[in-house]
């Protein structure tokens, strides 16, 4: 009740409405529920990463992220820099989105909906929801928490490729992909998996197996542990697969159901089940094939697709054999360069009035 909140604004995201869309559409609700909102706008690039990292837990109850996914990607990397208590901010200050991007992650895996409307009421009944978090490792990079995805090849280019169109709203991502498919794309590489399911059988069993299975308890230590397999300078794990992929059209790893509102990504993604959902497509199948999984993806039903490789893993290394490219993480832009990536179970926390993610197709699927 009367919750304290931080509520942090990019006036740049989306199409720059993210001020407009919090007065109209959140503030009322807050004052209403006599919640005490501190508003602060940020004024540039990794300015909600040095709020985070200097913030003192004790004032807030919660996080409000106006703005697409890029903020809530900052907060989660300055409670990572805190020196004391990394692990216990991220645990236990919870975040949450006001959607004023063209992704909106986050209030659409926990609202089935970028509506604002649907976002405040969220933040209002709210409860802490712990989830998953990634660590991504590469050599310019050696410290990164990502709370959303990695993508290299033809999503990436449509994400950090279509930056001009912006002005287009999400359609920006509909054009991307349909230049990169028609073009028929490639993007070789090599890439190391731990398995945790490997087919989709087994991924479809560990889903409706984990819907009755209760939450896992956070660690309890305030700074973040270890790397379970080191960085992208070890050696690659013996127990590793190899999967040589020289016409990779598709690479995308994540953590949340939707990667936008017509972009149901990771249907079997769960909150805290320790594992990433991990998608691959050739592009042998042709430029029409590769549209016809894009068009699938609207609604998740590229998970049916025999050409679509999605697993659940632990960890992966990707290792790109061009030069010239897109890495993205989170939604932000990445050098294209070797890099690692492993799951870090509950150490994150959500703002979440159903304790959930919203239900996907395969919640309805055997």
């Known amino acids: ?19 407009e869309i919090y007065s109209l559409h959140c503030e009322p609700f807050l004052q209403a529920a006599h919640c005490v909102s501190t508003v602060i706008e940020t004024t540039h690039r990794q ?18 992220c106006c703005s697409g996914d890029g903020i809530p990607h900052e907060v989660i990397n300055g409670f990572s820099q805190r020196e004391n208590d990394s692990a216990k901010a991220l645990r236990e200050m919870p975040i949450c989105q006001m959607p004023c991007g063209s992704g909106n992650s986050v209030a659409v895996s926990l609202n089935g909906s970028p509506s604002p409307t649907l976002a405040a009421l969220d933040i209002i009944k709210g409860i802490p929801m712990p989830v998953d978090l990634m660590r991504f490792s590469q050599a310019s990079h050696p410290h990164v928490l990502t709370f ?33 498919s028609l073009a028929k794309a490639s993007y070789p590489c ?53 999967l040589e992929k020289p016409d990779l059209a598709m690479f995308y790893v994540g953590k949340l159901p939707w990667m936008s509102a017509d972009a ?27 549209l016809d999984v ?35 993480i989170d939604g932000e832009s990445y050098p294209l360069e070797p890099f690692q990536v492993e799951v870090l179970p509950a150490a994150g926390c959500l703002l979440s009035a159903s304790g959930s993610y919203t239900k996907t197709n395969l919640h309805h699927s055997n």
């Open 190 to 242: 090599d890439i190391y998996v731990k398995y945790a399911h490997e087919d989709k059988q087994q991924v479809k069993r560990h889903f409706h197996e984990q819907q009755l299975a209760d939450a896992p308890s956070p660690d309890s230590k305030d700074v973040l542990p270890p790397l379970r397999f080191g960085t992208i300078n070890d050696p690659v794990p013996s127990d590793w697969a190899k």
């Open 1 to 19: 009740m009367q919750k304290r909140l931080l509520v942090l604004i990019n006036p740049h995201g989306g199409q720059g409405k993210a001020r």
């Open 148 to 180: 959303l995805s990695q993508t290299y090849g033809i999503v990436a280019d449509c994400d950090l490729g279509t930056e001009n169109m912006r002005w287009m709203g999400g359609q920006r991502f509909v054009v991307g992909a349909v230049m990169r």
């Open 47 to 64: 300015h909600a990463t040095e709020i985070a990292r200097e913030l003192d837990l004790s004032l807030y109850d919660a996080i409000v």
């Open 294 to 328: 894009l068009i699938k993806i609207e609604k998740g039903q590229h998970f049916h697709m025999d050409e679509i490789q999605y697993s659940k893993v632990e960890g992966y290394r990707l290792v790109p054999n061009i030069k010239d490219g897109y890495l993205s």
């Open 264 to 290: 149901l990504v990771f249907p079997a993604s769960l909150p805290t089940d320790g594992t990433l959902d991990f998608i691959t497509y050739d592009a042998t199948g042709g430029r029409l094939k590769s």
